[in-house]
């Protein structure tokens, strides 16, 4: 008998792989361009060509010894020194080499933070709807994921006094996951002021260090210049977790960092302890040519304009069919109300061949997500489709 | 409190910092040349031309979207399929794609077959001396790690007979290191067949399937045309990890892969598993650029013939100096009996300022490990340092 964690997750991933393989049968059947697939947040932008640049430039360039050899598990110095340098000029904030740990992804990342910080039956707080992975990775260390219902009256920020109510002495940390993955809502200073509040509030009377761990692979898509707060200025116990996945469109590439700032409780064990956990996870570091590219395009970031083009037609086009959306700040999420269960919803909405994903699937029904992170063109062709699946649910105006 | 387990090793790893901080102490103090360290195991060999030019032709190449987006989390089945095949051509496997999970080094590798096969409290077995990360690893997954004494008499070649004793109905894994770190053997055919009939006979006395785990990092570097066993045609339930780290000098871009043969007992289940496993330890999938430069250098190997003449160098200055040396037959180290505590030799070594890794690193005592992956030169001028040591010792001829 193999693992039998993972042989029921096995048994649970196969919904998910079923609408991976549907997508594809609809693409055999009906041609690629008429099926309208929604359901995935993979990048539609090329990275900026300042990436291939350096690529090419750093493997022509480097003494291979230096470019594929190992360095400090943390990642290269001067790496981590360049990126410190490019969080304190745009965010004010004060860190050195001592507090970045280059990792793989935001995934690898938060995997080495709940490690280092997790014992065994330790909670951690998320507020819904949430990135279902996230389960996924605090079960790998026997943590009990808790879910803090959505706050849909408040238009999906989060809602201090219903953590005031979640915290108990087992709350070790709380991921907070800003813009949000999957409502496109941007978190505002003062949602973030008031989550502080509790925390130090209920830190003093627990006697607890609560870390709020920061996971933001989509900082950098926000729009109508909307500001995206950098937690560490907020609170003091906080752990940033990030990738470079979407801003510069190299998710297949495993590059990302942890921010552990020396304000933080216990601020040296964790950076120790987290150079540990990423070695003996089997990371042993971040990939070290993308460490190099990664610390060149500091500047760069994917075409976000092309993004908010893509957010506007849709939620011009959803809305025009009737459809309620949440109106989006950041990421490229529209999270749209179903008439109806949402299961049901995104079962119907393939009859036009639209696939997207059920909001059950990010621990909050009523609500489907629909990835925008595809071309304006398909946008546009789905729109009729979409009528269409208003008409059958009596919403069309 | 964050995790006790990570505490408990922040406090033991410091042993082996402390280590490098003296090696950096030592060259400041010294100067670098006159430090002969021989404590890493990091290829000193570049890698081969043709990786710089891959690397640079598939970045011009290659629409951007297509090279560094996700593709499914095993990896490209272009590559696997490939991977397979380079594997069936030279050991006469009949591997696909399907049988090929690309991984994040042999690291990331092993700990996803962990993570697929362990419940808490299983036994993963492994023969004395062993590299002292599989018990971490395999702790991670709440397993237990039982060692095998080390076959002193036998020249260091796994005993069938201490495994036979050491299996228990709990034991879910054997991991076997072929060439080995640190002794430089290479298990033969006979060690490997004996192994194998042990397995087969413990799996059907107890009812229990228990997975050969082949982890060959040093695959392709064997010396004198010695043969290294291909194990899942010794045995059906193996399960390989490998690594491009050495063969290709790719430490720190952690590309590798393992293998997963249908013939295995819930072949099917453990691949599944082990791609969630991979996706859910936050991995994702293997550097996506490194993924079809490997495919591409699959006919490729670092200089092995300059790592052999550092051996033929180093075993001829040793054994002359007095030395008894294990003569290896793989990979780049050179196992030392040490006259005397292993630990205090090593400290000894410092005066010299040779830097070696005791045995007790390794589960065994009495002997130190010698890495010669380093400049001939070095070798050679280290050798009047080993005399003089040898001398103290009253070792010299």
Known sequence: MISEKMIRMTENGSAIRAMFEEGARMAAKFGRENVYDFSLGNPNIPAPEKVRQEIVRIAAETDPMELHGYM????????????????NRRFGTAFSEDNIIMTVGAAGGLNVLLKTLLNPGDEVLVFAPYFLEYGNYVSNFDGVLKAIPANIEGNFQPDAEALRAAVTAKTKALILNNPNNPTGVIYTAETVKAIAAVLEEKQKELGTSIYLIS?????ELAYDGKEVPYLTKYYRNTLVGYSWSKSLSLPGERIGYAVIPSECDDARLIFDAAVIANRILGFVNAPSLQQRVVAECLEESADVAAYDRNRK?????????????????????MWVKTPGDDREFSENAKKYNILVVPGTSFACPGYVRVAYCVSLDMIIRSLP?????AADYGLSK
Chains 1, 2 share one sequence.
């Open 385 to 389: 489709a979409f009528r269409r699946l």
């Open 215 to 219: 996971d933001e692979p989509y900082r």
């Open 72 to 87: 400090a598990n943390a990642g290269y110095p001067e790496v981590r020194a360049r990126v410190a340098a490019s969080l």
């Open 313 to 333: 037609a849709l939620y011009e086009g959803l809305t025009e069919a009737g459809f309620e959306c949440v109106y989006p700040d950041g990421a490229f999420y």
